[in-house]
């Protein structure tokens, strides 16, 4: 009797699971074929839904933003590879949505009508739904290092506006050493790290520097936007 496979949900730090998967855009060995660039894995419930299809036009349609900021798109469900392409072309011929038309996704899908690539990423989650994935989303940075985890439940499209702030978010906390705080887009005050001893914490409170200090531990400073994104969209 072949025994249950038990998976762990990936967390933010942990490597990315590898896999090789056959795809829209041919095979695919991940990460490794996506090293030196940010990846946003994310999966999708069917092919041919609603909410999926909107979701699909919007990030095929900001795929260059996305590509601008050294980052590529993966998409996945649990459908296979003739739907993938049935459905992408359903969308490129057919489908108009919110000023979107003629919208070609040239962006990997994954079929994965075995599970396996979204057992490992814990993407089914049988309390939404046991057959399809719910809408992960993994930030994967340039050494396959998972760095945030969203999920959405079926019913609900992702805000794409935050997709591309975390994004930028994570690559401005790494280039700059500073912390973001709520809210934060790129021209907004930074937090740079806290003081990590009496004398700094001292001098910080003291100081009329180019921080700002609501408290010790709490101090901010300016980051211009023209410094963050071209810190960012260089690469
Ligand atoms: C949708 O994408 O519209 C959808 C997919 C699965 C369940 C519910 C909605």
């Not at 990846?39 to 590509?67: G, R, W």
């Not at 899908?109 to 075995?114: A, M, R, S």
């Not at 809408?135 to 396959?144: E, H, L, Q, T």
Request: glycine share 6%; hydrophobic share 40%; net charge neutral.
């Amino acid at each position: 009797m072949e025994e249950n496979k038990v998976y762990t949900m990936p967390r933010i730090g942990d490597k990315a699971p590898e896999f090789k998967a056959v795809t829209t855009q041919g095979e695919i060995n991940f990460p490794s074929d996506y090293k030196g660039s940010w990846v946003i894995l994310f999966s999708h419930p069917a092919d041919f839904t609603p909410v999926c299809t909107s979701e699909f036009m919007t990030f095929a349609t900001l795929e260059k933003q996305f590509n601008q900021a050294n980052c590529k798109l993966v998409g996945l469900s649990v459908d296979g590879l003739y739907s993938h392409i049935a459905w992408l072309r359903t969308i490129k011929e057919k489908i108009e949505y919110k000023g979107m038309k003629d919208v070609e996704v040239t962006f990997p899908l994954i079929e994965d009508i075995t599970m396996e690539v979204a057992n490992k990423y814990g993407m089914v989650q049988p309390g939404e739904s046991s057959t399809k994935a719910v809408r992960a989303v993994f930030f994967i940075d340039p050494k396959g290092i998972i760095r945030t985890i969203i999920y959405y439940p079926l019913s609900l499209g992702r805000n794409f506006d935050e997709l591309y702030r975390v994004l930028i978010g994570l690559q401005t906390a790494d280039e700059f050493s500073v912390a973001l705080p709520a809210d934060w887009r790129p021209g907004d005050d930074v937090i740079v790290p806290t003081a990590g001893s009496c004398g700094v914490a001292k001098q910080r409170m003291e100081s009329k520097d180019e921080m700002t200090c609501h408290d010790w531990f709490f101090c901010t400073k300016k980051l211009d936007k023209e410094k963050v994104l071209k810190a960012i969209l260089k690469k």
